[in-house]
């Protein structure tokens, strides 16, 4: 079994900054890749950031210039700094890790998810 470990979300005002931090522990075998999807009310769930084993970045192109995904593989954790933040960047922040196997079978985890709220 995986746990993930999420911390970081908050209330803060249009403009203002915050940092995500999840951290996987248990049967961390291979991590293939780490991430951020966000979901608002009413709306799906979508991709924010993720961060590849090779060290490759990807970003919704709602947030690029603004958030930087990062990784400590030491520590099984992934960060999402969040700067410039909108009100339309509110919504439950999920991590997601994808671990591969032995023959490269991808299992996926979902954290519990944190709430980020953005006042004008």
């Known amino acids: 079994q995986v746990q993930l470990v999420e911390s970081g979300g908050g209330l803060v005002q249009a403009g203002g900054s915050l940092r995500l931090s999840c951290t996987a522990s248990?049967?961390?075998?291979?991590?293939?890749?780490m991430g951020w999807y966000r979901q608002a009310p009413g709306k799906q769930r979508e991709l924010v950031a993720a961060?590849?084993?090779?060290?490759?970045?990807n970003y919704a192109d709602s947030v690029k210039g603004r958030f930087t995904i990062s990784r400590d593989s030491a520590k099984n954790t992934v960060y999402l700094q969040m700067n410039s933040l909108k009100p339309e960047d509110t919504a439950v922040y999920y991590c997601?890790?994808?671990?591969?196997?032995?023959?490269?079978?991808?299992?996926?985890?979902w954290g519990q998810g944190t709430q980020v709220t953005v006042s004008s």
């Open positions: 961060i590849i084993s090779g060290g490759s970045t």
């Open positions: 997601n890790v994808v671990l591969v196997d032995g023959r490269f079978r991808p299992y996926d985890y």
């Open positions: 248990g049967s961390i075998f291979s991590i293939n890749a």
